[in-house]
């Protein structure tokens, strides 16, 4: 072997020998990266909002891959942790889901039924009800009484039907004919209430002129006294708002 081959051979041996010690080094950047971050761990998060009492579904979230050691304990890493789940608040898109975001569906309370009724969507409270809210209920009814003179006044009186309703559910905008084959948009809408409430919207959808729904702020649900739940114009010029019509509203 000359001179020429042997330096040839330390070159490849040195060569073979850096290529080593390279493959090392990125081995060793490799393993600290990894033990720095850890494995990845499939976690969920919105496509799409999620409005508060909402069931959330997996058609609204998609897989994302997070290193195990960046992922609140409290993430979703499973679908099943999802099924029969609502929103307990507002979700916005790209949010990480985790379990302290939904809640089991609101269930009824002993002595509760549901009660779905048709609400105009123009008198609503149009978009913000939501299954989990708290509405108070009130309904518009003309009223004819006969004076002292045999005629019948007729005049209209406003009434709090139900006080504190719970929404279950929130159904889809429906075109709705009336019997003069009038077409209106209403939302059918599901309340959870004692038999007395549910017979009072059912007497406000058959027989009020209009039926409004008020949202009640959350935490500001109040039991409002009998004296504040009539109105009448009659009672307003008078100067006393509110009537009496324990006969018709026992």
């Given at each position: 072997m000359n001179a020429r081959q042997r330096r040839g051979i330390l070159l490849l041996v040195v060569s073979v020998l850096l290529a080593l010690g390279a493959f090392a080094g990125v081995l060793a950047v490799i393993n600290d990266v990894e033990?720095?971050?850890g494995p990845e761990v499939t976690t969920y998060e919105l496509r799409e909002d999620v409005d508060p009492y909402e069931e959330v579904t997996a058609d609204q979230l998609r897989e994302v891959s997070m290193p195990e050691r960046y992922i609140p304990d409290s993430a979703v890493t499973d679908l099943d942790q999802v099924e029969g789940q609502v929103a307990v608040g507002p979700l916005r898109?790209?949010?990480?889901l985790q379990r302290d975001m939904l809640s089991d569906r609101p269930e009824l309370d002993p002595g509760q039924q549901e009660i779905a009724v048709m609400i105009d969507a123009s008198t609503g409270v149009a978009g913000k009800i939501y299954p989990g809210a708290t509405i108070n209920m009130y309904a518009a009814f003309r009223v004819q009484e006969r004076n002292g003179e045999n005629e019948e006044d007729e005049y209209e009186i406003?009434?709090?039907?139900?006080?504190?309703a719970e929404v279950i559910e929130v159904g889809d905008l429906t075109e709705?004919?009336?019997d003069d084959r009038n077409?209106?948009?209403a939302v059918p809408i599901t309340f959870a209430l004692d038999n007395v409430d549910a017979q009072r919207v059912t007497f406000a959808e058959a027989f009020a002129e209009q039926v409004r729904l008020a949202l009640v702020a959350p935490g500001e649900e109040r039991?409002?006294?009998d004296e504040e739940r009539t109105y009448t114009i009659i009672?307003?010029?008078a100067g006393d708002p509110h009537?009496?019509?324990d006969a018709l509203f026992p």
């Open positions: 033990s720095r971050v898109e790209g949010s990480l406003v009434r709090l039907m139900v006080n504190n709705v004919t009336d077409t209106t948009e039991e409002i006294p009672g307003d010029n009537l009496d019509l």
